[in-house]
């Protein structure tokens, strides 16, 4: 257990929906990382925090998605209007300020 | 852009044997190196890292090569364990902070 936890662990929407999914980094990490997980796919990076600033966002990342981290510690990723294609396992990764990324369990989000 | 080849072949070892896991890369600039373990259902699970100054590390049972002049990396495990069975991936961090993975090898231990 890598002490990253990460909520909702399923979630299944109707298209159209929006859902929001939180992450609990490692205490004291300052950098928060999210990625998208297709099924035999290694994860594609999405965004990531150092502290509560958004420092880099991936081309992935369209306007349905938003991320934020008010405090420098839980993070939150919304995304608006679900499509099929965001159907994933959304991965959550924190690490100290070496490069080292320990990953969560991941939420499974299942657009129908 | 820059990524990491990992095509997700299946490796099939026996149990006790050693399993080597390949991986190329294609980014010069990237100068730091990460292999990841997930099993099904489960996030990536750190195995072992190594940063481009260095062409060879070892942790518990496992070793990681990296050679630089032909932009290659693998894992070697020791003694291989039924519980050694996931897929396994490799990720590279060049420019920016973001790893870049593979597809990912399966590896499957017969018993």
């Known amino acids: 257990d890598t002490g990253v936890s990460q909520n909702p662990r399923h979630k299944i929407t109707k298209r159209g929906q929006n859902v929001t999914f939180r992450c609990d980094p490692i205490s004291e990490h300052n950098r928060l990382y999210w990625y998208r997980q297709t099924l035999g796919q290694g994860p594609e990076f999405l965004t990531y925090f150092q502290n509560e600033a958004q420092l880099e966002k991936s081309r992935l990342l369209s306007d349905r998605f938003s991320a934020e981290r008010p405090k420098g510690s839980f993070s939150t990723l919304e995304i608006q209007r679900t499509e099929q294609g965001d159907s994933a396992m959304y991965l959550c990764?924190?690490?100290?300020?070496?490069?080292?990324?320990?990953f969560g369990p991941g939420t499974r989000l299942t657009v129908t | 852009g820059e990524s990491v080849g990992l095509h997700l072949p299946t490796l099939s070892v026996q149990e006790g044997d050693n399993s080597i896991i390949n991986c190329a890369y294609s980014?010069?600039?990237?100068?730091?190196f990460i292999w990841y373990k997930q099993e099904s259902g489960k996030g990536p699970q750190f195995i072992i890292d190594i940063r481009s100054n260095m062409d060879k590390r070892q942790g518990q049972r496992v070793t990681v090569l990296l050679n630089k002049t032909v932009k290659h990396l693998s894992l070697q495990i020791a003694a291989t364990q039924p519980g050694d069975s996931a897929v396994y991936f490799c990720a590279e961090k060049g420019d920016g902070n973001k790893l870049v993975f593979g597809a990912g090898t399966i590896l499957r231990v017969k018993s």
């Open positions: 980014n010069s600039a990237s100068d730091y």
């Open positions: 990764a924190s690490s100290p300020l070496d490069l080292r990324e320990y």
